[in-house]
């Protein structure tokens, strides 16, 4: 029942910027750490960022400067705000979560959102 909804993603040119945005719905405990990752056709997927329950925050060398991560603990949301966004950052995003329960922590995943970065 637990569900991670993107949104957010789109078409935009080079140094422009996008708000991906994703939340949990359905019942849960409580929440972990949260994060983003993406996928480019033909290359693994790689985590962008990542932030704890506390607001400690985790970047990949390639967006640091760019790219800011936040969470809305009430909202149950995780946004990621990208600047200066350049055509090699062109993937599909995909947003994770740590959900917790009575057992050892699950970790759920957004359908995945598609960023597109023209030159």
């Known amino acids: 029942q637990v569900q991670l909804v993107e949104s957010g993603g789109g078409l935009v040119q080079a140094g422009g910027s996008l708000r991906l945005s994703c939340t949990v719905s359905?019942?849960?405990?409580?929440?972990?750490?949260m994060g983003w990752y993406r996928q480019a056709p033909g290359k693994e997927r790689e985590l962008v960022a990542a932030?704890?329950?506390?607001?400690?925050?985790n970047y990949a060398d390639s967006v640091k400067g760019r790219f800011t991560i936040a969470r809305d603990n009430r909202k149950k949301t995780v946004y990621l705000q990208m600047n200066s966004l350049k055509p090699e950052d062109t993937a599909v995003y995909y947003c994770?979560?740590?959900?917790?329960?009575?057992?050892?922590?699950?970790?759920?995943w957004g359908q995945g959102t598609q960023v597109t970065v023209s030159s």
């Open positions: 359905g019942y849960i405990f409580g929440l972990g750490a």
């Open positions: 994770h979560a740590d959900v917790l329960s009575l057992g050892p922590p699950i970790n759920y």
């Open positions: 932030i704890s329950r506390d607001g400690i925050t």
